[in-house]
Structures are given as C-alpha cells and as structure tokens.
C-alpha cells in the first residue's frame, strides 16, 4: 500500500523532468512547450529506506523488496481551466483520482524555459492553479445543493449531514480559500472525502529550484514554503535537472555525484517524507530467510488490519502478532536476540502498529 499523486503544475515548471527522475524512466517527455504531457504517465517508484537494508543482512534474506509509491505525471494546467480551457476537464478528472497533490512550482531563472505568465512569480502560480481547483469546487458543490436540500427535507440523514458539510465548504470557497480548511471531526471524514472536492485534497508543495540551491533553497522557495506553513500543507526543496541526472546514474556513482553537487540525499528523498508526513502514513516491516519486505499503512491501523494489507486471508484469521521494535531488532541481532531478551512482544487485535515494527502475523486458516 501507498498512494496515488498527481503531478500537477503550470506548463514548464519541471514537472515531466520531475516524473521522469522519480521513476527513472522517459515515459514522460520532458519539453519546452505547453501540454507535452498529453495522457497522464503513471510511474511506481520504490521508497527508499535504509532500514530496509540492514533489517535483510540481519535477516540474511535473499531478497529485498521496499514499498512503492505511484506518481502520475498530468498535463500542464492554464488559466480557465475550471471553463475547460488548454485541457482543463482532462486535467480535473485526472487529479480527481489521485489521493494527494504534488504541486510543482517554477523557483528558478532560465531565459531559454518559457513560463506561461510571462514571468516568474511562484505564489502567483500557485494561486492560478488553487483558484481554478475552487472555481471547479465551487461549480461542483453549488450544482448539488437543490438536491441536497429536497433530500433533507423528505429527512435523509446523510442528506442532512452532507448538506452542512456543504454549507461550511461553500463560504471558504466563495472566500477564495481550499476546502481542506473546512473544520470537521474525525467521523464526519468519510463523508466528507465523499464529496470529491480538489481543494479537499492534501498538497505538497516541490518547489523546482536551480542546481545551486538544491539544499536550502532561495528566496522564492521560502515564500513557498511560508504560504505552505499558513494553509496547513508542506513544502519540499528540489532541483529537477540534478534529480534528472542522478536517475540515469549507476547506483555506485550516486553518491559521488551528491557529493560534488554539495547534496546529502537525492530530493525524491525529501518527496517521500513529506509525502508520508502528509498522508499519516508509517512502514511495518516482515523478514525472513526468503525476503525482507516494507509495508506501509495509514498511522492508526491495527494489527488484524496491517496484516489484511499483506493478505485478506491474514485479517480474516488474524490471532496475534508477534512484534519486536526496529531499534531491538538490530540492537540484539535480530528475531533470536530480541526473543531471548523478552523484546519480542505478542499484540492482538487492538494494537495499533507502529512506525518500524517488525511483524510476524500468527493467524488461523
């Protein structure tokens, strides 16, 4: 399990150069012109973590699998797009399937990219995009409410309370602010996801910098990354042109290549946390002689349904886990270790798995 995010953006931001490094591959075609991503590219691509390595040489496993994560590259949006301009209704029924934003913003200077709005400004592009996603909302929700309405009346009670989840969204989008602002509780989130609102829809911010700034950033992307802090999303650094490079690049070169370009980590790296972070999402792992394998879940999960991720059939006849924390599983060298230690713990049904576990599920045919 992992998640579904569109790549979504201004045309010439980089978001074709961002698919291609974060799947390394050139299925998406990468151009100086507007709308060069036709069909959106959908790309799996492993999520890299250390722990994963050593938890397979302790484990002696021969084979490593990590989890993975689908980007979908989509078309470039202009303004209009709400009206079914450049390929609006394209690009809202694509970004309609895809659980999270990943929103690629132009933070850098190059006279032979062209930008769209003639110049480059990244919160005025993101306010084009988010403006267009409300727009969309706004016709969205308005074209129910009658309906809504006469439900209500004839006393549906999911009428009633989809109708109030509604009457909140409506003002902030009528305010030119995202439905994600909408306050609601816990249990009132299915109902709400039900309404199938773009601004509803959890945003990461890549902020496309110039090779030189791959680190810390610049000055645009501080901006970014501060109208992020304001609306409750996230904000990550990037250069696509060096991420371009590292994909093509032999696992044993990589590093070197960070080295000279003053990078501690590719940024796919920080794209991933921040995703995770954003989706409250966390890894489980299961080893063996066989395979060393990642599991991610949505923070929260219990154990019979972390199981049901690896197999329906592990849920169903799910009896216990037997769980040993990351840290004890390599401080004591493994299942053995942590089992003579009494770090080997027997969970049932009502625990909630956590970040790192190493899971053994026990479970009835």
Not at 319 to 327: G, K, L
Request: glycine fraction near 10%.
């Amino acid at each position: 399990m992992g998640f579904k995010c569109g790549i979504v953006g201004l045309p010439n931001v980089g978001k074709s150069t961002l698919f291609n490094a974060l799947t390394q591959t050139a299925a998406a075609q990468a151009a100086n012109y507007p709308f060069c991503t036709i069909e959106p590219n959908v790309g799996d691509v492993a999520v890299p973590d250390p722990r994963l390595d050593t938890l397979a040489k302790i484990g002696k496993s021969a084979q490593i699998i990590p989890t993975r994560l689908t980007f979908v590259d989509i078309a470039g949006l202009v303004r209009g797009a709400s009206k079914g301009e450049g390929l609006g209704n394209q690009f809202l029924a694509n970004i309609r399937e895809c659980e999270a934003i990943a929103h690629v913003v132009r933070c850098f200077e190059d006279p032979d990219v062209t930008h769209v709005e003639g110049a480059i400004d990244p919160i005025a592009d993101i306010e084009t995009i988010e403006t267009e996603l409300m727009l969309a909302d706004l016709e969205s929700l308005e074209r129910r409410v009658v309906a809504l309405e006469k439900k209500a009346r004839g006393a549906d009670k999911e009428a009633k309370e989809t109708l109030d989840l509604v009457g909140r969204a409506l003002p902030l989008l009528r305010d030119g602010k995202p439905a994600r602002l909408v306050e609601r509780r816990p249990e009132e989130e299915k109902l709400f996801a039900s309404l199938g609102l773009l601004t509803a829809k959890p945003v990461l911010y890549v902020c496309n910098v110039e090779e030189a700034a791959a680190q810390d950033g610049n000055g645009r992307s501080a901006k970014v990354a501060e109208r992020a802090a304001q609306e409750g999303a996230k904000a990550v650094v990037v250069s696509a042109k060096i991420e371009s490079e590292i994909a093509v690049l032999p696992p044993a070169e990589q590093a070197d290549f960070l080295e000279a370009v003053g990078l501690e980590e590719p940024g796919l790296n920080r794209v991933i946390r921040a995703g995770y972070d954003l989706l409250g999402l966390l890894t489980y792992f299961t080893v063996g002689p066989k395979e060393a394998r990642a599991w991610t879940i949505v923070q929260g999960t219990r154990a019979p349904q972390a199981a049901g991720v690896i197999h329906t059939d592990f849920e169903k006849g799910f009896i216990r886990a037997e769980t040993i924390a990351y840290p004890d599983y390599v401080a004591l060298g493994g299942e053995a270790g942590a089992r003579d230690n009494g770090k080997l713990r027997l969970e049932g049904k009502e625990y909630i798995v956590a970040d790192g576990d190493v899971l053994h599920f026990r479970f009835a045919n």
